[in-house]
């Protein structure tokens, strides 16, 4: 499976998600540079995680007019999984890709610490790895991270299950505590009615290891593969697998900002 | 010709910056305050051109780009020429 990382100007976890997708998930994986507008064949498209555009006017808000988010449009309509972390979800809300918006979290605070996060819906390509109600425990650093959705659209993600992932505690309950930014419903992971598209707030590339606390990230990005897998008919490339750098090589510089 | 267009969020959304502000002037004793909505101003220098169409230019702008139409209002107002 080919996975490509969007590079924004200002996004900052392109390589640690390049890094979890090649060396640790040992799948093919390509950066895509936001002012092209080629995908390179891609199976998937990650937005990583950052501070594209420096947050200017609000979180995701100019990112969404880069030329490569045209033809992400196009991919995601085709039916093309996209994935969006943090900064990236903020993108997809704000391109209207996903339904809803993000507010700042309710403690005005940057929030940069360790969550749990339950699986309500395990039958999605993203969750497809873990257990129904299945607790991961994974990072999240953001500032607006407040998920905001008029009463008629909760209802119907509700309804649609749409909600993947919700901020949860370490036993799976669903406290006012454990909802650290003040997300509507604990939401912290939203699929498109299609299913192919999913943004979360938490960070699975800074849980895909042990060493690192916890590699429980793991589980979305083996979803992703395991569907891809049994979609393609049991195709199974992979990539990285005799050369395992430790450290990722670095992408080619493709232009100016 | 100029335009002042002002970004806030809906009276629907909480607006946790407002809450602050509003409990910080309570702290300085200003019991009158009653409530405080934040919001954003955007002034913008435009081509003469553009008078017959501003109508239509400005509120397309601002749904567009300058708020998000799921969370915020804007409203607006010729500032000059």
């Known amino acids: ?257 | 010709m100029k335009v002042r267009i002002l970004v806030s969020l809906k009276p629907s959304v909480l607006d946790p910056q407002g809450q602050a502000v509003k409990n910080a002037l309570h702290t300085l004793g200003y019991q009158t305050v009653k409530d405080v909505r934040q919001g954003k101003v955007f002034e913008i220098e435009l081509d003469n051109t553009v008078r017959q169409t501003v109508d239509k230019l400005i509120p397309e702008i601002a749904d567009k780009v300058l708020a998000n139409p799921i969370i915020e209002k804007f409203t607006w107002e010729i500032i000059e020429g």
């Open chain 1, 1 to 257: 499976m080919k996975f490509g990382v969007v590079v924004f100007p200002g996004s900052n976890c392109d390589y640690d998600t390049f890094h979890a997708l090649q060396n640790v998930m040992e799948q093919e994986t390509v950066f895509l540079w936001h002012k092209d507008s080629d995908l390179q064949q891609v199976d998937c498209v990650v937005l990583p995680g950052g501070f594209s555009y420096g947050d200017y006017l609000r979180s995701g808000a100019i990112a969404r007019f880069s030329p490569i988010m045209a033809e992400i449009k196009k991919f995601a309509s085709a039916g093309g999984l996209v994935l969006g972390i943090c900064n990236g979800f903020q993108i997809l809300l704000e391109a209207g890709l996903l339904p809803g918006a993000m507010l700042t979290n309710k403690n005005l605070k940057f929030l940069c610490q360790h969550v749990y996060i339950k699986i309500e819906n395990n039958k999605t390509a993203f969750s497809r790895a873990g257990r129904k109600s299945q607790v991961l425990s994974i990072p999240i650093a953001h500032f607006d991270g407040n998920y905001y959705a008029p009463p008629e659209l909760l209802a119907q993600l509700e309804e649609r299950k749409q909600i993947v992932f919700r901020y949860c505690d370490g036993n799976g309950r669903l406290t006012e505590e454990a909802n650290v930014n003040g997300s509507l419903h604990h939401i912290a992971g939203l699929i498109n009615e299609q299913g192919n598209v999913l943004g979360l707030m938490p960070h699975p590339e800074r849980a895909s290891e042990k060493i690192v606390g916890s590699d429980d990230g793991q589980v979305i990005f083996q979803s992703i593969i395991d569907y891809w897998e049994k979609k393609a008919g049991g195709r199974k490339k992979k990539a990285g697998k005799t050369v395992r750098p430790v450290v990722s090589p670095l992408p080619p510089l493709v232009g100016s900002l």
